[in-house]
């Protein structure tokens, strides 16, 4: 039996990660999901599992040290699977040091506590002890209005957030290169779907419409992402994690490139479809909640993945379409309005307290 210990799994990629991996392997894996609970950390994400047998919980920051090694001390890990991290730019842009800290200092103890667990005496490590670092496109900086990011497009991060995240994909690189660390890196385009903090663009517009609030677009929400259902890259770092060539890096990403504002306009459009007529929300979601707001600061203008290496190499493809995947996101959004309650009020961080103290 496998044991993974997971970073961040109480986060949005992180628990559908979590979720994928039982589905997928049921009894057959041991997963230890290590989370800080800093506000984007949600134990309810987690609710329907949480009593599974090979599964567990520890309360840790992945900067404590003894607290990391203590785990490797207690558990013979197999895989570690590193997705926690400070996650939001615009934080980033307004408190860049917790950025610092978490994504860079927290990765470089987490990588030496691997290390010092999985390394025999010759330098070599423990047949089939692996690290995959999840990290994001980025670490690439901007795309004018052509191109796209490959695993050799050199780094050229803008904002905190993703210089503290090329800090760490550099660390990542340096254990395997300086020790031959048995480690991956992927990076990945932005994600969607279930469980997602509404601080963020598709769950913050869902949230907003639903409330008459208005829908707060930065500059002339000509930007583009490309969007990726996170189901799709929970099985992209599972594929990689057992079929990748070790020290590779790996691009993932939906090909699913749309401006904001266009993500706006179609979660308008959607919701009007899904919302019976009887619906009263129906009738105040419209495009005049759209309201242009302050750009942000160095806003990258474009991102594009090309995921040739992993479909070659793999055989992995991004599988939900654009039109599915937010029709799923909205409906999950619908069935959870208690979840969406708890975050937006706070009262999702009374749940660690009521659960397991
Ligand atoms: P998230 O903010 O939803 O979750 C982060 C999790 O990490 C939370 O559970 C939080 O409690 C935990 N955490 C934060 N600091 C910690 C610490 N010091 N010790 C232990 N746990 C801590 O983030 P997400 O969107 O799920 O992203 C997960 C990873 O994927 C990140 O590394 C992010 O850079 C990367 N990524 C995200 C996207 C995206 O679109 N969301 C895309 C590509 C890559
Ligand atoms: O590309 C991968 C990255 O995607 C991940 O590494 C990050 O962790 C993740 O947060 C995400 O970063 P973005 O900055 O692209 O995501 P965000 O949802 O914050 O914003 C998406 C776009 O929408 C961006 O161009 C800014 C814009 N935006 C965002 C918000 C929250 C708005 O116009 N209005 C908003 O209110």
Redesign the pocket.
Known sequence: MRTYLV????????SNYIHYMFEKYGDEIRIIN?????????LENLRDIEKRPGYSFIR????DKDAIERIFADNDIDRVV???????VDRSIRDPEIFV???VL?TAVMLNAAKASWELPDGGYREGKRFLH????EVYGSLGETGYFYETTPYSPHSP?SAS?AGSDMLVKAYMDTYRFPANIT??????GPY??PE?LIPLMINNALSGKPLPVYGEGKNVRDWLYVRD?AKAIDLVMEKGRLFETYNIGGHNEKQNIEIVNIIIETLREMLPDTDPRRAHINSSLITYVKDRKGHDLRYAIAPDKIKNEIGWEPETMFKDGIRLTIQWYFEHEDWMKNVTSGDYQKYYEEMYL
């Open positions: 970073t961040g799994g109480a986060g949005f990629i992180g290590v989370d800080a609970l800093t506000y984007a950390g949600n840790a920051d992945i900067c590193h997705f926690a991290a400070e996650s939001h800290r978490t994504n927290g999840v990290s994001t496109d957030y995240k990076n990945c385009s932005n994600n969607y997602q903090f963020k890259h």
